[in-house]
């Protein structure tokens, strides 16, 4: 079946630094999504990568698919409290179904 | 509506007992997806429907768990006989498919109903 490995479990920083969370698959995927879950919330849609080696930007994310499309990573620049929550990456089987990774809960110290 | 909303938002039930969880969708939204989500954990998923289309339920735990749906209305997420490792938030989640350059099936999550099985 469809593996889906998030790497780290937990990440605590200081506000400043930066965050990085990766995503890692058995299969090569046609796509994939990140999501944001602030705590007590519900998962939020960041993005969607499907090109090989695509790099997306939105502020100071950066979303990156990897050249075999088997692996992709989240970076925050120069954290904030804002960024506090659990980030997910959802790989997309066909049309009809998403695997979730289990997820990197991101904490920043003000 | 403004997005997908959930009922109830909190389920206390005993163990044994049948519970019914609600979704009302995004509207024009032609696919919907029931997760669970345990505490501290990423979101598993438990059946999809995609307009009038056979539903695939292949992530169903047990034959405890039904769902239906009508059309591309309220979906409705039914547990028999509850058990205590049933006890998680159940997150609805709607989409569309997005055309242009790149084909994307964002999901449009709702509130989540948190079923607490004692």
């Known amino acids: 079946g469809q593996q889906v490995m998030q790497i780290p479990q937990y990440q605590h920083v200081q506000e400043g630094e930066d965050f990085t969370t990766y995503c890692n698959s058995s299969t090569t995927l046609s796509n994939i999504q990140w999501y944001k879950q602030r705590p007590g919330g519900h998962p939020v849609f960041l993005i969607q990568?499907?090109?090989?080696?695509e790099v997306k930007k939105q502020k100071r994310l950066t979303f990156q698919f990897g050249e075999a499309k088997k692996n992709s990573s989240l970076h925050i620049t120069a954290t904030q409290t804002t960024d506090v929550g659990t980030y997910f990456c959802?790989?997309?089987?066909?049309?009809?179904?998403?695997?979730f990774g289990s997820g990197t809960k991101l904490n920043v110290k003000p | 509506g403004a997005g997908v909303s959930q009922s109830p938002s909190n389920k206390v039930t005993e163990k044994g007992k049948d519970v019914e969880l609600r979704c009302d969708p995004i509207?024009?939204?032609?696919?919907l997806y029931w997760y669970r989500q345990r505490l501290g954990q990423g979101l598993e998923f438990l059946i999809y429907?995609?307009?009038?289309?056979?539903?695939?339920k292949s992530g169903l735990p047990s034959d405890r768990f039904s769902a239906e749906r009508t059309g591309e209305s309220v979906s409705t997420l039914t547990i028999q006989r509850t058990q205590q490792e049933d006890s998680a938030v159940y997150l609805c989640?709607?989409?569309?498919?997005?055309?242009?350059?790149?084909?994307?099936?964002?999901?449009?999550f709702g509130p989540g109903t948190r079923l607490t099985v004692t």
């Open positions: 959802a790989l997309q089987v066909l049309f009809n179904k998403f695997y």
């Open positions: 509207s024009g939204h032609t696919a």
């Open positions: 990568l499907v090109k090989s080696g």
């Open positions: 989640a709607s989409t569309f498919r997005s055309g242009g350059d790149t084909t994307s099936w964002e999901q449009y």
């Open positions: 429907f995609q307009g009038n289309s056979a539903p695939d």
